[in-house]
């Protein structure tokens, strides 16, 4: 009889030595995951630190008289995500008498601790609008109730 009670308290032993060898094996494989997402996260961070974000617009100055042909200068004011961003360019695309505006700002030193509050930015641009008519330019705005700009381009003289 000493045996079989020798035989149980092994078997007892064993079943209990496999649970932590589990448990461990489980506690292992968690905090690989875990490590493993966050240096992934760490990695998607830093491809938006760096990437270029547009700026919201908050209006555009139009001068009074726009001609065909000849360059217009215009003025945009424009809101930075953190004061450390920095203009990078401005971008007017169109087709027909459809534009839109893009400002484009970007981070030089990806990873600088920056406080997160909104900065104003000011900056002059030149476009040539080459046939004459009404023409809606577009932008990313502050507000949600905002209106496309309407510019009125006169024929050459």
Do not use: W
């Not at 990437?51 to 945009?76: C, H, L, R, S």
């Not at 004061?83 to 087709?95: N, S």
């Not at 839109?100 to 030149?126: A, M, T």
Request: include cysteine.
């Amino acid at each position: 009889m000493g045996k079989k009670i020798k035989s149980k308290m092994t078997y007892k032993r064993g079943i209990k030595k496999m649970h932590y060898g589990i448990r461990s094996f489980f506690l292992l494989l968690v905090f690989l995951v875990i490590t493993g997402a966050s240096c992934e996260k760490d990695e998607l961070r830093d491809q938006i630190v760096t990437d270029t974000a547009e700026a919201y617009v908050m209006d555009i100055n139009v001068p009074e008289k726009v001609i065909a042909g000849e360059p217009a200068i215009f003025i945009v004011n424009y809101y930075k995500p953190t004061p450390c961003y920095d203009l990078k360019d401005i971008l007017v695309k169109g087709r027909g008498f459809e534009l839109y505006l893009k400002v484009l700002v970007e981070n030089p030193v990806p990873g600088q601790v920056c406080p997160q509050v909104l900065v104003e930015g000011s900056k002059s641009f030149s476009y040539t609008f080459e046939k004459p008519g009404t023409y809606t330019l577009d932008f990313n705005p502050v507000s949600a109730n905002h209106r496309p700009v309407k510019i009125k381009v006169e024929p050459a003289v």
